[in-house]
């Protein structure tokens, strides 16, 4: 929570600083709304959630004074009761074996990292992980995903740079399965500079492990920097075109993280929020908690 809280510092000090300038000592007018809006919209909580948060307020408070502290209470509630369907922790089922999760997402968001982290968690949950080096396109993701193999002691299917994403994934299936593994998690790689070529090699890596499995990947898992704010809608759009997204990551909620574009995509989207990265490290993946997101949001 301390990780989260301090990672949201910027976007809850403006938040709240905003809020004190605009509530203290003065009743709750149009003017004072119109400037709540607006500071909810610069903090990423789009125009929709931003438009009903405040008239919600006004429903029962207009005309009268509202301290910052109240007006704090009633957006945490608010931030609350939005994100919580979202709110849901990534279920392994046990019947699948392996369940296999796919991971997309630009370059930077996180993959690699939230492949690792959730490798580790596996892993201490006592299943048994292996992973696959599906970004066959970048050097230092084979690598990088090869060290976290260590790290976890998990195995990593992996070939030379420049080999075919989909006949890995489909050979890391087969190895997988025959080794009887819980989970297989899917490296994929995120240049969206090539949007048509990496289309093709998504849907390509999905067509195949499907021919191993029809229900394959049961999990679709789409990371996106918290830190990037309005772009993390665009991404999502131009993914879900791609493949079917059924779960969002939020990394580097500990960074200069723009948290409420989290808000924005839960209210937009309704994707489940299965993780957030909250720091580089091993154990700084969390189950994304609806209350403590709402608190160190608000503050
Ligand atoms: P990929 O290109 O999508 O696979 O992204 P990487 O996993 O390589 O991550 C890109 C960079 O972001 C690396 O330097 C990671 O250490 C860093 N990173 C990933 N997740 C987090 C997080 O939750 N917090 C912070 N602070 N950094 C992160």
Redesign the pocket.
Known sequence: FARLKD?LSKSTSRLTEGISGIFTKRKLDDEALEELEELLIRADLGPTTAARMTAGLARTRFGKEVTPQEVREYLAGEVQKLVEPVARPLVIEPARRPHVIL?V?????????????LARQLREEGKTVWMAAG?TF?A??VS?LKVWGERTGCPVIAKDTGADAAGLAFEALEKARAAGADVLLI?TA?RLQNKTGLMEELRKIVRVIKKLDPEAPHTTLL?L??TTGQNAHSQVEVFKEMVAINGLVL?????SARGGVLVALAEKFGLPVHA?????GVY??RPFDARQFARALVG
């Open positions: 990672g991971l997402g630009v370059n930077g968001t996180g993959k690699t990292t939230t492949i690792g982290k970004d970048r230092a993701a990088q490296d995120g990371t920097d918290a990394t580097k909620l500990d960074g957030i990265g909250v720091g580089e700084d993946l």
